[in-house]
């Protein structure tokens, strides 16, 4: 089960504003580490140097400024710095070049999502978890976006996004079971009230 990140919604959005020197894109908060068992809560960057990354990390704005996880540091409940990704976290992700596992393009983003769902849920209990996930996650930043009412609405559109792409591609190759333990939970976590 994941972490509610929105009691770090305001911290977060505080630290990206007065964090303006780092050219980022977009920005989303998730709990998204590198291993099962932390719960830490963590500021997704993209930025132009994430689409380009050749793990010139030295060399890379966002690196220098918000650092890494430090060696054998208790966990935190929300971090800004960057988490060290795991082999099979690049292996999901389609990227060799790329040291961290929250320095990802909206799109890689996105696609972590679906390949997750579509490659590795193999159980219902599997499948809600990680829908439960994706309706969690919230948005930080995005260009155009310059209410609150317009960040959640776009947040609101990239789950729908991630969640059609998913069906999509299970019904693509027939997984008709899978595609309907999605649309059961997408009803619950999405729409309430209906």
Request: with cysteine.
């Amino acid at each position: 089960m994941p972490r509610d990140v929105n009691p770090f919604f305001q911290a977060a959005a505080d630290f990206v504003l007065a964090h303006q020197d780092i050219p980022l894109e977009t920005a989303f908060l998730d709990e998204w580490n590198g291993l099962p068992e932390s719960k830490t809560v963590r500021i997704i960057y993209a930025g132009p140097y994430t689409s380009d990354c050749g793990s010139r990390c030295d060399s890379c704005p966002l690196y220098r400024r918000v650092g890494t996880d430090a060696p054998g540091a208790p966990e935190a409940t929300f971090a800004t710095t960057l988490c060290e990704a795991q082999e099979r976290h690049r292996a999901l992700l389609g990227s060799d070049t790329q040291r961290f596992l929250n320095c990802k393009t909206r799109t890689q983003y996105q696609e972590a999502f679906v390949r997750f769902m579509t490659e590795m849920c193999r159980t219902r209990e599997e499948m809600d978890a990680e829908l439960l996930w994706v309706s969690g996650m919230r948005l930080l930043l995005y260009p155009g976006c310059a209410t609150p009412e317009s960040l959640l609405e776009r947040e609101r559109e990239i789950k729908f996004e991630i969640v059609a792409e998913t069906l999509r591609r299970l019904d693509e190759c027939g997984d008709d079971e899978r595609s309907q333990w999605i649309k059961e939970t997408r009803s619950r976590l999405f729409f309430p009230s209906e």
